[in-house]
């Protein structure tokens, strides 16, 4: 019985497998021959002040940007509510605020209010403003998820944990020129010349380990990180660059696009990613916006204007961009995007931080632990029945008074107590 169990435990456990395998490759390689299609909705204009505003992040509703148009106090933050259509004013002071980012309800940007660039933070839930690096010399390029907030300065690359409210350096002490870091969960990755060039790195907070993820004789620059995917670029020639996805799953890098541009930081978001590109304007530097679906392995061009859109940023559906239509100035720009399969919009790509498949992973563990718990109800249920099988052929009871007895003990019992 017990090996028939392990037999039968083994073939559910293949079943499983299988079953996860499935879905993971569907998940990765697209729905086979069904027909996908990506839409992209109506462009909105987010901003229209007088003055630039420039530099946006997105996270869910909430987008933010770098305002000049205070231009007596120089640059401000300003963000604006999709859900409410409220625009509000972060940062109130005579001094720079610049390259925002934003994640959950705080936002981080560069402020030289001390005559230095410093990393500041803006808690939404407490309206409460924090210094995080008021340090004498400049910090720059800040990037937050969740409790975590990376920054570069003067080639190093600090983290700021606001849980426990303590700093560290990233990468080595004796480095120069570590830049624009990027965070994702406990995964950081940043470029670095410590060579003739430089390079991708990736440093995994849950494990101490830092791991060099390019080699070669060009530079590898703005990196950019989500989950298991590492975007960069690279710069070929003048206005030039290639643009770069590597898979930690799989150790494995592809290029993805060829763009025209002057300074090209692509984001990510879950399979999507976006940069700007001039190539559909012969003679003309004019840029555009620019999709990628990895799982689809397709590229479309979002924009689609005479003027310049540069500087995207995306999250779930929704891409923002820099744009210059209006003329004389810098306004912010939304649009919504879907994925439709044989006409049917595809989930992946909302804003669920990859929750299906952990569903999906999940839902099969339950399912097996119930299953094991079955076999081992089953084989003690078993058990006892044998058990009990075998004191029945032990055991029997006497024809004249129904006493239970052994078998073995029934005639002498018939003897000393039925003797007539």
């Given at each position: 019985?017990k090996?028939?169990?392990?037999?039968?435990?083994?073939?559910?456990?293949v079943?499983?497998?299988?079953?996860l395998?499935?879905?993971?490759?569907?998940?990765?390689?697209?729905?086979g021959?069904?027909?996908?299609?990506?839409?992209?909705?109506?462009?909105?204009?987010?901003?229209?002040?007088?003055g630039?505003?420039?530099?946006?992040?997105i996270?869910?509703n909430l987008?933010?940007w770098?305002?000049?148009r205070?231009?007596?106090s120089?640059?401000?933050i300003?963000?604006?509510?999709?859900d409410?259509?409220?625009?509000?004013?972060?940062?109130?002071?005579?001094?720079?605020?610049?390259?925002?980012?934003i994640?959950?309800?705080?936002i981080?940007?560069?402020?030289?209010?001390?005559?230095n660039?410093?990393?500041?933070?803006?808690?939404?839930?407490?309206?409460?403003?924090?210094?995080?690096?008021?340090?004498?010399?400049?910090q720059y390029?800040?990037a937050?998820?969740?409790?975590?907030?990376?920054?570069?300065?003067?080639?190093?690359?600090?983290?700021?944990?606001?849980t426990?409210?303590?700093?560290i350096?990233?990468?080595?002490?004796?480095?120069?020129?570590?830049?624009?870091?990027?965070?994702?969960?406990?995964?950081?990755?940043?470029?670095?010349?410590?060579?003739?060039n430089?390079?991708?790195?990736?440093?995994?907070?849950?494990?101490?380990s830092?791991?060099?993820?390019?080699?070669?004789?060009?530079?590898?620059?703005?990196?950019?990180?989500?989950?298991?995917?590492?975007?960069?670029?690279?710069?070929?020639?003048?206005?030039?660059?290639?643009?770069?996805?590597?898979?930690?799953?799989?150790?494995?890098?592809?290029?993805?696009?060829?763009?025209?541009?002057h300074?090209?930081?692509?984001?990510?978001?879950?399979?999507?990613?976006?940069?700007?590109?001039?190539?559909?304007?012969?003679?003309?530097?004019?840029?555009?916006?620019?999709?990628?679906?990895?799982?689809?392995?397709?590229?479309?061009r979002?924009?689609?204007?005479?003027?310049?859109?540069?500087?995207p940023?995306?999250?779930?559906?929704?891409?923002?961009?820099?744009?210059?239509?209006?003329?004389?100035s810098?306004?912010?720009?939304?649009?919504?995007?879907s994925?439709?399969?044989?006409g049917?919009e595809?989930?992946?790509?909302?804003?669920k931080?990859?929750?299906?498949?952990?569903?999906?992973?999940?839902?099969?563990?339950?399912?097996?632990?119930?299953?094991?718990?079955?076999?081992?109800?089953?084989?003690?249920?078993k058990?006892k029945?044998?058990?009990?099988?075998?004191?029945?052929?032990?055991?029997?009871?006497?024809?004249?008074?129904?006493?239970?007895?052994k078998?073995?003990?029934?005639?002498?019992?018939?003897?000393?107590?039925?003797?007539k």
């Amino acid at each position: 019985m017990k090996e028939k169990a392990i037999s039968v435990l083994v073939i559910w456990l293949v079943l499983v497998g299988t079953f996860l395998s499935s879905f993971s490759i569907s998940s990765i390689s697209g729905q086979g021959d069904e027909h996908v299609e990506t839409r992209i909705g109506t462009e909105i204009q987010i901003s229209n002040a007088s003055g630039d505003q420039s530099y946006p992040a997105i996270y869910g509703n909430l987008i933010v940007w770098e305002d000049y148009r205070n231009w007596s106090s120089r640059y401000d933050i300003y963000m604006y509510d999709l859900d409410t259509g409220e625009e509000t004013r972060i940062t109130i002071n005579d001094y720079d605020q610049t390259a925002p980012a934003i994640h959950g309800n705080r936002i981080v940007w560069e402020d030289n209010r001390n005559d230095n660039m410093d990393i500041y933070m803006y808690d939404l839930s407490t309206g409460t403003e924090t210094p995080i690096c008021p340090n004498p010399t400049n910090q720059y390029d800040p990037a937050i998820y969740d409790d975590k907030i990376v920054w570069s300065s003067f080639g190093g690359i600090y983290l700021y944990n606001l849980t426990n409210q303590t700093e560290i350096r990233i990468n080595d002490d004796y480095a120069l020129f570590g830049k624009n870091p990027d965070i994702h969960g406990d995964r950081i990755v940043w470029q670095e010349k410590k060579n003739e060039n430089y390079d991708i790195y990736l440093y995994d907070l849950s494990t101490g380990s830092e791991t060099q993820i390019t080699t070669g004789h060009i530079n590898y620059t703005y990196p950019a990180i989500y989950g298991n995917y590492i975007i960069y670029t690279s710069s070929v020639n003048s206005g030039e660059f290639l643009i770069y996805l590597f898979d930690l799953t799989t150790g494995l890098e592809k290029q993805i696009a060829n763009a025209i541009t002057h300074d090209l930081r692509p984001a990510i978001y879950d399979n999507l990613i976006v940069w700007e590109d001039a190539e559909n304007h012969t003679g003309a530097f004019i840029r555009d916006v620019y999709l990628y679906n990895i799982i689809t392995d397709t590229e479309i061009r979002v924009s689609n204007n005479t003027a310049n859109q540069i500087k995207p940023d995306i999250y779930g559906n929704r891409i923002v961009w820099m744009d210059d239509r209006n003329g004389g100035s810098w306004d912010i720009y939304i649009c919504e995007i879907s994925v439709m399969i044989n006409g049917e919009e595809d989930g992946r790509g909302d804003d669920k931080d990859d929750i299906f498949p952990l569903l999906y992973s999940l839902i099969a563990i339950i399912i097996t632990i119930v299953f094991i718990i079955f076999l081992v109800f089953i084989i003690k249920a078993k058990k006892k029945s044998t058990i009990q099988k075998e004191d029945e052929e032990k055991w029997t009871r006497c024809p004249k008074c129904k006493a239970r007895l052994k078998k073995k003990n029934l005639k002498s019992h018939i003897k000393k107590v039925h003797k007539k």
